[in-house]
């Protein structure tokens, strides 16, 4: 899997000050930005901004709120001045990327009120991509950043969105820039940073496209896994999130998650729903637990925290698991977790678990 971290973040801050910096002297920045209020140098003020809270919020690590500072370019003479925060501001996001741990989270209020070094650094790179074709659109000059940086911030905070044949235009239409044949304009949207849920001894973490895309051709999704993981049913269901993704159906919340021991930081196993709900409220549950890991009591901690998740939401009424009628281990663990055996067919067990 291509990394995400500080080697894309400097690749898109030196691209875009390099087309930007050319049209620095001989072009009237006061005027609007593309399709935004603010102005061609408030926008390329705001981009410093964004660098520079992201690298504040994955050095602290505040878990409910943004660090309190900002940056201030009342005393940028010029363009190239304001540049050049947008160059150091961007450096700083690139180091506190490289150096936070891979489990390391902090706040970021969407959807789930956090994200990780990769979502920062996704969000940065998204920051600086748009907001510099929004100057270059107020400026009238050309700018086209690289695809694969593109799909990178596609595949890591916008798994909702189908991808396209042009990851650029995709994303300038995801958020509202632009047209794409066959789909409808985009007025409201908001980036998706992968949902954690947390248990005592796990945190089960929802797995981007690019993980899952990875898992599938036999990599490691970015986690760090105990000896003999992944398996082939995490890998399998990872192919199931890919397929969702490609045809513009995947809704992250109810697609794969990792669990990870918080001891250590390695991956033990995979647990998600078939689905999003249906009509009716109801979800189907799957899971498997590396060999390694079995016995110890973490497959029953991941199901409750998932199904406590689940059931909290509006839309969600019931929650369904098939056993296998020989798998007597896995019957345990839903048992466990509260599921009542419910019916059986000729190869499994049904079980169920309803809101209180």
Same mark, same amino acid.
């Given at each position: 899997?291509?990394?995400?971290?500080?080697?894309?973040?400097?690749?898109?801050?030196?691209?875009?000050?390099?087309?930007?910096?050319?049209?620095?002297?001989?072009?009237?920045?006061?005027?609007?930005?593309?399709?935004?209020?603010?102005?061609?140098?408030?926008?390329?003020?705001?981009?410093?901004?964004?660098?520079?809270?992201?690298?504040?919020?994955?050095?602290?690590?505040?878990?409910?709120?943004?660090?309190?500072?900002?940056?201030?370019?009342?005393?940028?003479?010029?363009?190239?001045?304001?540049?050049?925060?947008?160059?150091?501001?961007?450096?700083?996001?690139?180091?506190?990327?490289?150096?936070?741990?891979?489990?390391?989270?902090?706040?970021?209020?969407?959807?789930?009120?956090?994200?990780?070094?990769?979502?920062?650094?996704?969000?940065?790179?998204?920051?600086?991509?748009?907001? *510099?074709?929004?100057? =270059?659109?107020?400026?009238?000059? #050309? +700018? %086209?950043?690289? &695809?694969?940086?593109? !799909?990178?911030?596609?595949?890591?905070?916008?798994?909702?969105?189908?991808?396209?044949?042009?990851?650029?235009?995709?994303?300038?239409?995801?958020?509202?820039?632009?047209?794409?044949?066959?789909?409808?304009?985009?007025?409201?949207?908001?980036?998706?940073?992968?949902?954690?849920?947390?248990?005592?001894?796990?945190?089960?973490?929802?797995?981007?496209?690019?993980?899952?895309?990875?898992?599938?051709?036999?990599?490691?999704?970015?986690?760090?896994?105990?000896?003999?993981?992944?398996?082939?049913? *995490?890998?399998?269901? =990872?192919?199931?999130?890919?397929? #969702? +993704? %490609?045809?513009? &159906?995947?809704?992250? !919340?109810?697609?794969?998650?990792?669990?990870?021991?918080?001891?250590?930081?390695?991956?033990?196993?995979?647990?998600?729903?078939?689905?999003?709900?249906?009509?009716?409220?109801?979800?189907?549950?799957?899971?498997?637990?590396?060999?390694?890991?079995?016995?110890?009591?973490?497959?029953?901690?991941?199901?409750?925290?998932?199904?406590?998740?689940?059931?909290?939401?509006?839309?969600?009424?019931?929650?369904?698991?098939?056993?296998?009628?020989?798998?007597?281990?896995?019957?345990?663990?839903?048992?466990?977790?509260?599921?009542?055996?419910?019916?059986?067919? #000729?190869?499994?067990?049904?079980?169920?678990?309803?809101?209180?």
């Amino acid at each position: 899997m291509r990394d995400m971290g500080g080697q894309q973040i400097e690749e898109a801050v030196t691209g875009s000050v390099a087309v930007l910096r050319a049209a620095a002297g001989e072009r009237d920045w006061g005027v609007k930005a593309g399709r935004l209020e603010w102005s061609c140098r408030r926008t390329a003020e705001h981009i410093a901004s964004d660098l520079i809270a992201y690298a504040g919020q994955l050095a602290g690590r505040p878990t409910d709120r943004y660090v309190p500072f900002r940056i201030d370019c009342a005393e940028c003479e010029s363009p190239d001045d304001v540049l050049d925060v947008i160059e150091a501001t961007g450096a700083l996001l690139a180091a506190a990327v490289r150096t936070a741990p891979r489990e390391a989270r902090a706040f970021h209020p969407y959807p789930f009120r956090s994200a990780n070094r990769e979502g920062f650094a996704a969000m940065g790179i998204a920051e600086v991509l748009l907001h *510099t074709h929004d100057i =270059a659109e107020g400026l009238g000059i #050309a +700018y %086209e950043p690289p &695809a694969d940086l593109c !799909e990178d911030v596609l595949t890591r905070i916008f798994p909702h969105v189908q991808p396209g044949p042009d990851h650029w235009r995709t994303l300038l239409w995801a958020t509202g820039r632009g047209e794409l044949p066959g789909r409808p304009p985009v007025t409201e949207w908001r980036w998706n940073n992968n949902l954690v849920i947390p248990a005592e001894r796990l945190t089960l973490q929802g797995i981007t496209p690019a993980a899952a895309a990875d898992l599938q051709i036999g990599g490691t999704g970015g986690f760090e896994w105990i000896e003999g993981g992944p398996c082939g049913n *995490t890998r399998f269901s =990872a192919g199931i999130v890919t397929k #969702a +993704y %490609e045809a513009g &159906a995947h809704r992250p !919340e109810w697609g794969v998650f990792v669990l990870v021991r918080r001891e250590d930081g390695r991956a033990i196993g995979g647990m998600g729903f078939h689905g999003v709900p249906d009509d009716e409220g109801r979800a189907e549950v799957g899971y498997d637990l590396e060999e390694a890991a079995r016995g110890n009591g973490y497959a029953t901690e991941a199901l409750r925290a998932l199904s406590a998740w689940a059931l909290a939401r509006d839309d969600v009424k019931l929650l369904c698991a098939k056993v296998d009628h020989a798998n007597t281990p896995s019957q345990g663990v839903v048992s466990r977790a509260g599921f009542i055996r419910v019916g059986e067919d #000729a190869e499994q067990y049904v079980y169920e678990l309803r809101r209180s």
